[in-house]
Each structure stands twice: as C-alpha cells, then as structure tokens.
Antibody, heavy 121, light 106 residues
Framework: EVQLEQSGAEVKKPGESLKISCKGS????????IGWVRQKPGKGLEWMGI????????RYSPSFQGQVTISADKSISTAYLQWTGLKASDTATYYC??????????????WGQGTLVTVSS | SYELTQPLSVSVALGQTARITCGGN??????VHWYQQKAGQAPVLVIY???NRPSYIPERFSGSNSGNTATLTISRAQAGDEADYHC?????????FGGGTKLTVL
C-alpha cells in the first residue's frame, strides 16, 4: 500500500525557521514526483511545488518561489518543505501528495495526513 | 495563468443527485481530476482523467468533461458524501486547483 506519513503539528514564532517532512512507503519513492499543497483555515487548496526525488528536480508555483524550499533525501524516502523566516500568514495545513504522471497526465494520489503549522507570537 | 471556477456551495437532498461543476477555458481539452475532502481530513482522489474512478470509490461517483465545464456527479447522495470537493488540472507545467465546493446533504 502506498502511504505518505507527515511529521507532526508545529507551533512557531514569526521569524523562526521550520522544516517539515513527508516519508513515502510502499512504492519506489525516487521514481515519482512529490508535491506540496497549502490549505489555509477554511480555504481551498494551493499548489506550492513538486520535486522528483530521483534527481531533486524541483519546480515551484510562482506564488511560492523564493518563499519556501522543497527538498528530498531519496536514501530515506523523505521529502521536505522548509521556511527560513516564518510569518503569521504561513499558518496553514500543509499536505504532501504523490504526483501520478502517466502519459503527461498529472494527478495526486495518495495524500499525506497533513501537517498543521501555526505561527503566532 | 489558467483558472478553474467552482461554485462555493451545492446542496442536495438525501438520495438525490448532486452535480458539482468546474469551469475553465476549453477545459474539455484538459484532463480533470476531483478530490473529496471531509472535515478535518486530507483530500482523497475520487475521479481521475475526467471519468475514471479509483477502485475504492463507489459507482455513485462519476465525472464528465466537455467544452468549458467539467462536472462531478454524485448519485443517490448519502450523508457521508458531505464534504468539500476540489477539481484540478495540469496546465503549462503547473498544478491548478479550483476554489473548492462545499456539498451539503439535506
């Protein structure tokens, strides 16, 4: 069974750094893209970016370019999402999801359980 | 950038048919995927490539896509179908989500 297990909830202060993780199991982690999606409280899904763990090829949504860093360690089947200076507006639930790409068609399945990040002074 | 438009909310009586739309310029030329997100849970894929259901999704869920509108149809709606539904496409090497629709089962 393909599964993505995310790290636990975080409470941080503005300006602090944070790195959350997403560990894949049940499939060849290095051969499938992993995406990150933000969901602010009561709002819709926002695509942040994707990474191909096999060679760390990374693509960002223009809305998130320069705001976060996506990385992966294929040796431990784990992807990461990182901030260096959190803001209150970063408060949200962050999901990782495997990007399924047969014949240049792209959808997410499955999703991790989500990591709630709260940024407050 | 490409945009997807969904109604904020749709209501359906128990046992009736719900239709949730996802509008976009010539969306019929793209592959549309749908996710169900129940309160406090992660999204789950319910339809991929316009009309295909994962094996764990009931036959009551179906999809269509033509022209400028893709539609998720839920037949014989149940209380357990109450959730947010999000459409998604791939455009110009980016993932695009609709704003999401809250389905209420009355």
């Amino acid at each position: 069974e393909v599964q993505l297990e995310q790290s636990g909830a975080e409470v941080k202060k503005p300006g602090e750094s944070l790195k959350i993780s997403c560990k894949g199991s049940g499939y060849n982690f290095r051969s499938d893209w992993i995406g990150w999606v933000r969901q602010k409280p009561g709002k819709g899904l926002e695509w942040m970016g994707i990474i191909y763990p096999g060679d760390s090829d990374t693509r960002y949504s223009p809305s998130f370019q320069g705001q976060v860093t996506i990385s992966a360690d294929k040796s431990i089947s784990t992807a990461y999402l990182q901030w260096t200076g959190l803001k209150a507006s970063d408060t949200a639930t962050y999901y990782c999801a495997r990007l399924v790409v047969p014949a240049d068609i792209h959808w997410f399945d499955p999703w991790g359980q989500g990591t709630l990040v709260t940024v407050s002074s | 950038s490409y945009e997807l438009t969904q109604p904020l909310s749709v209501s359906v009586a128990l046992g009736q048919t719900a239709r949730i739309t996802c509008g976009g310029n010539n969306i019929g030329g793209k592959n549309v995927h749908w996710y169900q997100q129940k309160a406090g849970q992660a999204p789950v894929l319910v339809i991929y490539r316009d009309t295909n259901r994962p094996s764990y999704i009931p036959e009551r869920f179906s999809g269509s896509n033509s022209g400028n509108t893709a539609t998720l149809t839920i037949s014989r709606a149940q209380a357990g179908d109450e959730a947010d539904y999000h459409c998604q496409v791939w455009d110009s090497r980016t993932v695009v989500f609709g704003g999401g629709t809250k389905l209420t089962v009355l």
